[in-house]
């Protein structure tokens, strides 16, 4: 009979089944990065002039900028000159109803489980659909409208409402912020875009799926939210692309702007294709998420569930700017076979009585190397700033490890921060408990990781919620014994 | 229904024999109780039956119901009908008690090519069976044995059994950590499950869960087999003499 190691080790075998890819004719840009590559983007999306010129600047930096090294993944060098870095569905004009969408299109949204219609009338989720580098629907518009609401691409926002754009777009993840928010600055060409007016309660959650289907292209999508005072929303984005041997990269940028007594809750359920378990092929997901609480009161959370990719390097942050202003960042990150991650939080506490929490499960499986890495920063007049750090790591197998590096900087006496670690493993006794019980091995592994990743799943809005514990059990199948 | 014959069973990783040519028959409808002295094997034995890893069998064999219980994984006989009512059930964190045992009941019935039970029919059962055994329901929704009394987290095994309605009950020192209210409510939901289709093997150290549950057979555990057999006096004679006297005329 198998232990919990060689069950482990036989789930790690299993296949991603979000890898199909779905042939429908697109527009590409050449392969390589340039300036004439960086105009052509701008022409395509019809770019305003200060946009173009921040791309340009952005990629000139870019040019002297270094690939990050400090974090704990290996990979082979990338070679940016070998990515599409534009792929569009060949669509004339965006769908004016849900009706003109390619059929290819919905097809495969289908396939995933997010049928557009259905999802729309069903769940009451307003979501935005995004095809490689561009946004193909967007459902939901006119009930939003109604309350001011703005759901959108990020490229109609560009030309709808310019200015908020303009004024928000670089303002919390500044072009030249790090190499991958540089390179993202430079050849974004889509992501979506939220605005929620003074007072108002978005009344449903808000939601993008991104999927990765062209070969070589990389996605580099750029989400902007702007909760105005009082304001409230809820946004999850989902992602899975098609089974590849080669590497794909994915630079993203998230930008998060509360301002007094708003809140943001902001969900990521991410299941990128991983790789095979010889660790070919995958997404490398190298992405810059950062929201500021720039208001009095305010509040951002980050809630994840991280199951996929080859490589994660992707540290959502907070900046507490406003008094009382409140951080959260609650993750589930599991990574089996060959899959490696580094990935945590910062929470740059500035204001008065800012609040911080974090909580972190991190699960290993196979040869998986996983690393927390957080920052909790008090600057100087974070008086009485508080938070509190848990991070749980769970291994599967003698195999995978898990690393926790926690960075904190205290520079007001007043400032408390508490960090609490755990390690543990999934025991014989627990899955000889349940297989008695009747439930499966691998079942079984699913219900405790599950359990001991409970208070992150509990953050997760309810349909989603669902969504992540299956994804959870699909993850790590293959993984225990 | 169970038929162990000469059956070895070593530990250690096969270094150290612990039963050394066990025979014993289970027809439905019967319960046997188990006595031995500590680390005579009456956990190994239940180990052995439910399929943990750990627990070599070196010669004999278990059938049950007719088809050689050894091959099958520890799923598969819970799915055949085996229950096993442990002496150290095990705290899973995070996953709620009622949850669990929703899971394990389509569980079985899914492996068994039933469909599974609706949300409300086990409300509906649980909330009857919770009550039956004394289980409140403040427990039926915490954390699966986590922080839970001894005497919770066996009430808790029992609440399972009924739930689950096995065909053979196997019950490893449920009365170990129990008060005597405790015990007359544990014992009503074991013997709520008596049935002329079902067996059950009662592991216990001491006589006076037999009073509550009574047995139709008594057999004493030493030395890796069963060394005496008889009704149930034979467990108050036990209890007057000892194992070593008990024994000692045996031998
Ligand atoms: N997993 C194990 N590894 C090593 N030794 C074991 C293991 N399980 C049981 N034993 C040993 O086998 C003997 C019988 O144990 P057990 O079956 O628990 O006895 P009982 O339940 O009758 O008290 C004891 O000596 C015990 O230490
Ligand atoms: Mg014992």
């Given amino acids: 009979m198998a232990t919990a190691l060689e069950t482990v080790q036989d789930y790690a075998a299993k296949a991603y089944k979000y890898g199909f890819s779905t042939a429908i004719e697109s527009d590409m840009a050449p392969k390589g990065l340039n300036e004439d590559i960086v105009r052509l983007i701008s022409a395509k999306k019809n770019d305003p002039e200060w946009l173009a010129e921040w791309r340009l600047e952005a990629f000139r930096r870019w040019l002297t900028m270094e690939e990050p090294t400090w974090q704990k993944v290996h990979y082979p060098p990338i070679d940016y000159q070998d990515v599409h870095y534009y792929a569009a569905p060949k669509i004339k004009e965006r769908p004016k109803s849900l009706d003109e969408i390619d059929p290819e299109i919905r097809s495969t949204y289908d396939k995933l489980g997010i049928p557009i219609k259905e999802q729309e009338i069903l769940a009451g989720v307003a979501v935005d659909y995004v095809w490689d580098s561009v946004s193909v629907a967007t459902t939901f518009r006119a009930k939003l409208e109604e309350l001011g609401i703005i759901f959108c691409s990020v490229s109609e926002a560009v030309h709808d409402h310019p200015e908020l754009v303009r004024k928000y777009l670089g303002s919390v993840v500044p072009a030249g912020d790090n190499f991958f928010a540089a390179l993202n600055a430079a050849v974004f060409t889509d992501g979506s875009f939220v605005y929620v007016p003074k007072g108002v309660r978005c009344p449903m959650e808000l939601s993008t799926y991104f999927r990765i289907n062209e070969m070589n292209t990389g996605q580099f999508e750029r989400t902007l939210i702007i909760a105005e005072a009082g304001s409230y929303v809820s946004y999850l984005e989902g992602c899975t692309a098609p089974q590849r041997d080669e590497n794909q990269l994915h630079a993203a940028v998230v930008e998060l702007i509360a301002l007094d007594d708003a809140e943001i809750k902001y969900s990521t359920v991410q299941n990128w294709y991983p790789g095979n378990a010889e660790g070919k092929g995958g997404i490398y997901n190298f992405v810059t998420k950062r929201g500021t609480c720039r208001g009095k009161r305010s509040k951002i959370s980050w809630t994840q569930v991280e199951t996929g990719s080859a490589i994660t390097w992707k540290y959502p942050s907070c900046i507490l700017q406003g008094d009382d202003s409140v951080g959260e960042f609650y993750s589930v990150a599991v990574t089996n076979n060959a899959q490696q991650a580094d990935t945590g939080t910062k929470m740059i506490h500035i204001g008065k009585r800012t609040r911080s929490r974090i909580v972190s499960k991190g699960i290993s499986a196979g040869r998986a190397d996983q690393t927390y890495r957080g920052l909790v920063r008090m600057q100087k007049g974070a008086e009485g700033a508080r938070n509190h750090t848990q991070c749980d790591s769970m291994l599967i197998g003698d195999k995978c490890g898990a690393h926790t590096v926690p960075y904190i ?65 699909i993850s790590l199948e293959g993984s225990v014994g | 229904m169970l038929k162990i014959s000469d059956l070895h069973v070593a530990v250690d990783g096969g270094s150290k024999p612990v039963l050394k040519g066990l025979t014993l028959e289970v027809e439905p409808g019967e319960v046997h109780a188990i006595m031995g002295p500590n680390g005579s094997g009456k956990s190994t034995l239940s180990y052995v039956l439910a399929g943990r890893d750990g627990y070599d069998v070196t010669g004999g064999t278990v059938r049950f119901e007719g088809a050689d219980l050894l091959e099958l994984e520890v799923e598969e006989r819970a799915a055949a009908g085996i229950f096993l009512a442990m002496q150290y059930p095990v705290e899973i964190p995070g996953v709620a008690n009622n949850y669990f045992l929703r899971q394990s009941l389509n569980a079985l019935r899914r492996a068994r090519g039933e469909p599974e039970i609706s949300a409300a029919d086990f409300i509906k059962k649980l909330r009857a069976v919770a009550e039956q055994v004394g289980v409140g329901q403040e427990l039926i929704k915490r954390d699966v044995n986590a922080g839970f009394s001894g005497g919770e987290k066996k009430r808790n095994e029992i609440l399972q059994m009924v739930m689950l309605e096995p065909k053979l009950c196997v019950l490893d020192e449920t009365d170990s950590g129990l008060d005597i209210d405790a015990l007359k409510t544990v014992a009503d939901g074991v013997n709520s499950l008596r049935s002329p289709d079902r067996g059950m093997i009662v592991i216990t150290h001491y006589q006076r869960l037999l009073d509550y549950i009574v047995p139709d057979f008594v057999h004493i555990l030493a030395d890796g087999r069963i060394r005496k057999t008889g009704g149930k006096e034979l467990a108050l004679e036990l209890e007057e003499q000892g194992y070593e006297q008990l024994l000692g005329e045996a031998a």
């Fill in chain 1, 409 to 473: 900087e205290i520079k007001n006496r007043t400032a408390q921060a508490e960090h609490e670690a755990t390690t543990s493993k999934i025991s014989d006794d627990q899955l000889f408990y349940c297989r008695s019980r009747g439930i499966p091995e691998e079942d079984a592994v699913a219900l405790i990781v599950n359990g001991f990743c409970r208070e992150v799943m509990n953050e997760l809005p309810m349909e989603f919620a669902v969504e992540a514990r299956k994804l959870l059990g």
